[in-house]
């Protein structure tokens, strides 16, 4: 060996160590500056009805509710990077909202807060549980007046809790970290299947969750989403079901953290098996263990910016009835089908004519290059997920259904032309006067290609 090489050798080595160092110093730095841009707030509150009430979701009930199982909530995530404008996002323990009742708390939101209309999303966990909320459900339902001015107080009031939490939201705003990961959970089945075996079975079984902590890395905020109805139970008890059982159990599992449950594109699925109180708390408990098999291993850093878009797209209506037809209606036995076609025959007679559309509106949240959450409106069947997150990223993509607006059921082309409940007969329930046509599907997934590309981080 050359001893006189060797010092030359050495100082090459702690050159090479001091810029190892030094990157990975400016690394770290880097990733700390990205986690210290984020800051959130989250808060929520009870909206528990605290009289009997009409309930939502099944038209067999003929009564107003019974009594409580599991209280009901409203949790808000507020979101801000470094450009200093919260986003926020409400989830709601409640089977639906009208595009009357989600204007009335957006502008109040921007009235209070100067939050737009992008940067708040409203989703239902779409429990079959719960109040019956907006004055346009009320003729649907079989509630006498008395039961209707019940409705009328309980959504006044839960439209300023809303608009209460959003709030308290953003005066809670703090530095936090965010993180992302998806993991998977077998609570959902393709409800079309159970009238006709041989109709395809397609599910999402994706389990999205989004972590919210501290710098310290203490737990403030889980947000957790999943594609299936909330109609594991069917009595006159209120209570969130399998979501509302899930949300406890994970909060039970990490004192003051909230828990947050987004409804997915499960229009077309069911919890099976259900029907008993057992099996709410089952589902519950599996989609909390799926979420701590998440949170037990690396999740992926959120980087800034959070970059929104919220617009509107007209999805056409098929050609509606004929005034002669409705007036046949009329004469029909399913009281369902009357009165559908007596609230389209006020329509043409205070119109002239019948909507030939509809204001579809699509919401995307961009958080840096990790992450895209699509909020759809409706009741979204389960094709419209698969596709979207095929198209822009499995890892990457988060599609949720049921937000905004609920306006009706949202078919894919698929289930459009299979026809049946989702695919066009539920139209009557929603007050429109047809099915939609078969652009829908494009129609949707065109508007929402274009906002995330909008929206695309640089």
Aim: aromatic share 6%; hydrophobic share 40%; proline share 6%.
């Amino acid at each position: 060996m050359d001893r006189r090489r060797f010092p030359t050798t050495t100082a090459a080595a702690v050159a090479r160590h001091l810029i190892l160092c030094g990157l990975a110093a400016l690394l770290c730095s880097v990733a700390a500056a990205a986690d210290s841009a984020w800051k959130a707030g989250v808060a929520k509150v009870k909206i528990t009805p605290e009289e009997p009430i009409w309930m939502a979701g099944y038209a067999s009930r003929n009564k107003p509710s019974e009594g409580v199982r599991l209280d009901l909530f409203v949790k808000a995530l507020a979101v801000q990077d470094e450009a200093g404008k919260p986003s926020i996002l409400v989830t709601l323990d409640l089977e639906s909202i009208d595009r009357e009742v989600a204007d009335a708390i957006a502008g109040r939101c921007l009235k209070q807060y100067g939050v737009t209309r992008d940067r708040l999303l409203l989703n239902l966990s779409h429990t079959h549980s719960g109040p019956v909320v907006g004055l346009s459900w009320i003729p649907v339902y079989k509630m006498t007046p008395d039961q209707g001015g019940v409705v009328r107080r309980y959504t006044d009031g839960v439209i300023s809790k809303i608009v209460g939490v959003v709030g308290a939201s953003i005066q809670n705003l703090a530095p936090a970290k965010l993180e992302f990961k998806q993991g998977l959970a077998g609570i959902a089945v393709n409800r079309r299947r159970v009238s006709n075996r041989s109709l395809p079975g397609p599910v999402d079984h994706d389990v999205p969750v989004l972590k919210v902590s501290d710098p310290a890395g203490v737990l403030r905020a889980v947000v957790v989403g999943y594609a299936c109805h909330a109609t594991c139970l069917s009595d006159f008890q209120i209570n969130g079901d399998w979501p509302g059982f899930a949300q406890a159990e994970i909060e039970k599992a990490h004192p003051g953290a909230i828990a947050l449950f987004v409804q997915g594109c499960g229009a077309d699925s069911n919890p099976l098996p259900r029907r008993t109180v057992e099996l709410a708390v089952k589902h519950g408990e599996v989609l909390a263990a799926a979420v701590e098999e998440v949170l037990g291993r690396p999740m992926t850093p959120l980087a800034g910016p959070l970059k929104t878009a919220f617009e509107y797209v007209d999805v056409a209506f098929q050609t509606p009835p004929t005034r002669q037809e409705l007036e046949a209606r009329l004469k029909e036995k399913n009281v369902y089908r009357q009165s559908h076609a007596r609230q389209m025959l006020n329509i043409l007679d205070r119109e002239g004519k019948l909507p030939a559309s509809y204001p579809y509106p699509l919401q995307i949240w961009q958080f840096g290059p990790k992450l895209k959450l699509i909020a759809l409106a409706g009741e979204v069947v389960v094709d419209y997920s698969l596709r979207l997150k095929a198209e822009h990223g499995w890892d990457t993509t988060w599609v949720a259904g049921y937000c905004n607006d609920i306006l009706a059921y949202i078919p894919s082309l698929r289930v459009l032309k299979e026809g049946g409940y989702e695919g066009g007969d539920a139209m009557i329930y929603f007050g429109h006067p047809a099915p939609f046509t078969e652009t829908v599907e494009e129609t949707i997934v065109g508007k929402a290609a274009e906002l995330v590309k909008r929206t695309a981080a640089k």
